[in-house]
């Protein structure tokens, strides 16, 4: 078995949603990012590939790379399981968090959940998704962004090497 953790975290800027674990949420303003700017998706990137040592996302997917510019963070995600998939592993759970103060999230939770175990090929409830605030302390309490964390735990497929 083997377990990852990421982290990301994305500046507001111009829009009128954020997308988060493959989830369009209707917002006064979007994320800056490269990519669509996910970060609950590019912290579990992180996690899946921290946990076999396969270095991060901006490894596989650089910033610089114009094939990612605007891409659909859950086609790296799918990427990301299938290079697991090859080396005989597989997502056994998730837990994550996204800290931030608006948009409120609880009722995009179970979507997000629901798009997350489809690209993982998991079932929704090895899949968690919890949401926080910082009380109003630090760049996501002050409403200048938005951070995720995630957890994984990985297990061998069979008797694959």
């Known amino acids: 078995m083997r377990i990852g953790t990421g982290f990301d975290v994305h500046a507001f800027g111009e829009g009128d949603s954020v997308i988060l674990g493959g989830v369009r949420i209707p917002?006064?303003?979007?994320l800056i990012a490269h990519s669509d700017g996910d970060v609950l998706i590019h912290a579990l990137c992180d996690a899946l590939l921290g946990a076999l040592a396969l270095g991060?996302?901006?490894k596989h997917f650089p910033p610089g790379d114009p094939r990612w510019k605007g891409v659909?963070?859950?086609?790296?995600l799918r990427a990301v399981v299938a290079m697991l998939c090859e080396r005989g592993w597989r997502v056994v759970n998730?837990?994550?968090v996204v800290m931030c103060e608006r948009p409120k999230l609880l009722p995009h939770i179970e979507a997000m959940r629901a798009c997350l175990a489809a690209d993982?090929?998991?079932?929704a409830d090895v899949v968690s998704v919890k949401a926080t605030t910082t009380e109003k302390?630090?760049?996501t309490g002050r409403e200048e962004g938005i951070?995720?964390?995630?957890?994984?735990?990985l297990e061998r497929i069979g008797s694959a090497a």
């Open 120 to 123: 993982m090929a998991v079932s």
């Open 147 to 153: 951070a995720a964390q995630a957890v994984v735990l």
């Open 137 to 139: 302390l630090g760049f």
């Open 72 to 76: 659909d963070s859950r086609e790296l």
């Open 56 to 58: 991060d996302i901006g």
């Open 94 to 96: 998730v837990d994550s």
């Open 27 to 30: 917002h006064m303003r979007g």
